[in-house]
């Protein structure tokens, strides 16, 4: 009997992400490692239908933006004076920012005309997501990794797996 994904199980996956158009949001370069049982290492929807799979096994999991990166929220963009800023600001920049959400990690999106406009969506918030993944390895967590909630070894000293998706 070959082994099945269940809870406190460190899981291997090959996977890609795409859009539903089929365009390449991450090609999976890594393989996404993460222990599996509610460590939040996954998106809960992913977890939910890896659970029971085994070795082998490839799914499709589309996930809608709640389900991943949220819904996008106009009220986290907003449009600064340049001055606010340092004189080396570019596009793509990010910052973090303290409100009564607690932090909030920004991005400047646009450069004008002695203005910048900062966003505080994550970069897929909005975004329907659709995981294409294999399980190609399944193995007990260390006690270590079951105290600390997340995968040690690898390359890294820890890997998270919902972070390797940018």
Same mark, same amino acid.
């Not at 490839?58 to 963009?77: R, T």
């Not at 910052?95 to 909030?104: I, K, L, M, Q």
């Given at each position: 009997?070959?082994?099945?994904?269940?809870?406190?199980?460190?899981? +291997? $996956? %090959?996977?890609?992400? +795409?859009?539903?158009?089929?365009?390449? @949001?991450? %090609?999976?370069?890594?393989?996404?490692?993460? $222990?599996?049982?509610?460590?939040? =290492?996954?998106?809960?929807?992913?977890?939910?239908?890896?659970?029971?799979?085994?070795?082998?096994?490839?799914?499709?999991?589309?996930?809608?933006?709640?389900?991943?990166?949220?819904?996008?929220?106009?009220?986290?963009?907003?449009?600064? %004076?340049?001055?606010?800023?340092?004189?080396?600001?570019? @596009? /793509?920049?990010?910052?973090?920012?303290?409100?009564?959400? /607690?932090?909030?990690?920004?991005? @400047? +999106?646009?450069? !004008?005309?002695?203005? @910048?406009?900062?966003?505080?969506?994550?970069? $897929?918030?909005?975004?329907? $997501?659709?995981?294409?993944? +294999?399980?190609?390895?399944?193995?007990? !967590?260390?006690?270590?990794?079951?105290?600390?909630?997340?995968?040690?070894?690898?390359?890294?000293?820890?890997?998270? =797996?919902?972070?390797?998706?940018?």
């Amino acid at each position: 009997m070959s082994e099945k994904i269940a809870k406190n199980c460190v899981i +291997t $996956l %090959d996977y890609t992400v +795409t859009d539903p158009d089929g365009t390449v @949001i991450d %090609d999976g370069r890594r393989p996404l490692v993460y $222990l599996h049982g509610g460590y939040d =290492g996954i998106f809960p929807k992913l977890e939910e239908a890896l659970h029971g799979k085994e070795i082998g096994q490839n799914l499709k999991v589309k996930l809608q933006p709640e389900e991943a990166f949220g819904d996008y929220d106009e009220s986290l963009v907003a449009v600064e %004076d340049a001055e606010m800023f340092p004189e080396d600001a570019e @596009i /793509g920049m990010a910052f973090e920012r303290v409100s009564d959400a /607690g932090e909030v990690l920004y991005r @400047i +999106t646009e450069i !004008a005309d002695g203005k @910048i406009v900062v966003d505080g969506n994550h970069p $897929l918030a909005g975004v329907a $997501l659709v995981f294409d993944m +294999t399980v190609t390895d399944i193995r007990p !967590a260390s006690a270590e990794e079951l105290a600390h909630g997340h995968v040690h070894g690898g390359d890294d000293d820890h890997e998270h =797996g919902k972070h390797l998706v940018h």
